[in-house]
């Protein structure tokens, strides 16, 4: 049932709050406020643990030449890379939850049979936003409407899930 009390619909225009698998088991899904607030839950967690490694790093980086700090930025890009490749697609394909996402009580599956995503898919779900935001000028812009395409489709999948085959559903 829908949060309005209605069975699943067949008629594949209409928003219920609920999706039919390919297998044909029907999931409830998550919706779009959880899915912020967990989004915003992880980036906290996230920006906690970069600004740590960051201190860390600056208090290692015993330089002052101008030289030397462009290695400083390229070494705090590869950080924040591995902490985010890290922090979401391990747990992502492991349990198809982020930390925030439990917190919520949200979960990531595999639109086919809804299993776990795995490792591709995971990756490219997390891959999607992080290239979208590299394109010069409109990338950031880009990168917010993946995520925010989610509030205008019917099964609440943002152009990142549509890509890598992910619902996101309520445990």
Same mark, same amino acid.
């Given at each position: 049932?829908?949060?309005?009390?209605?069975?699943?619909?067949?008629?594949?225009?209409?928003?219920?709050?609920?999706?039919?698998?390919?297998?044909?088991?029907?999931?409830?899904?998550?919706?779009?406020?959880?899915r912020f607030g967990?989004?915003?839950?992880?980036?906290?967690?996230?920006?906690?643990?970069?600004?740590?490694?960051?201190?860390?790093?600056?208090?290692?980086?015993?330089?002052?030449?101008?030289?030397?700090?462009?290695?400083?930025?390229?070494?705090?890009?590869?950080?924040?890379?591995?902490?985010?490749?890290?922090?979401?697609?391990?747990?992502?394909?492991?349990?198809?939850?982020?930390?925030?996402?439990?917190?919520?009580?949200?979960?990531?599956?595999?639109? +086919?049979?809804?299993?776990?995503?795995?490792?591709?898919?995971?990756?490219?779900?997390?891959?999607?936003?992080?290239?979208?935001?590299?394109?010069?000028?409109?990338?950031?812009?880009?990168?917010?409407?993946?995520?925010?395409?989610?509030?205008?489709?019917?099964?609440?999948?943002?152009?990142h899930d549509k890509? +890598?085959?992910?619902?996101?559903?309520?445990?």
């Amino acid at each position: 049932m829908s949060d309005y009390g209605e069975p699943p619909s067949h008629d594949r225009n209409r928003r219920t709050g609920w999706a039919e698998l390919g297998s044909g088991e029907t999931v409830e899904l998550a919706r779009i406020g959880a899915r912020f607030g967990a989004r915003v839950l992880d980036a906290i967690i996230v920006a906690v643990v970069l600004v740590a490694l960051f201190f860390l790093l600056a208090s290692m980086w015993n330089s002052s030449d101008a030289a030397d700090f462009s290695g400083f930025g390229v070494t705090s890009i590869l950080v924040s890379l591995i902490v985010g490749v890290g922090y979401e697609v391990v747990q992502i394909a492991l349990w198809g939850q982020t930390l925030g996402k439990r917190m919520i009580g949200i979960k990531v599956i595999h639109a +086919a049979h809804g299993g776990l995503p795995g490792w591709g898919k995971a990756f490219g779900r997390w891959a999607i936003p992080g290239l979208l935001a590299l394109i010069p000028l409109v990338g950031w812009l880009l990168s917010i409407l993946c995520y925010v395409s989610a509030t205008w489709d019917r099964v609440y999948q943002g152009w990142h899930d549509k890509a +890598a085959g992910t619902l996101v559903t309520k445990v």
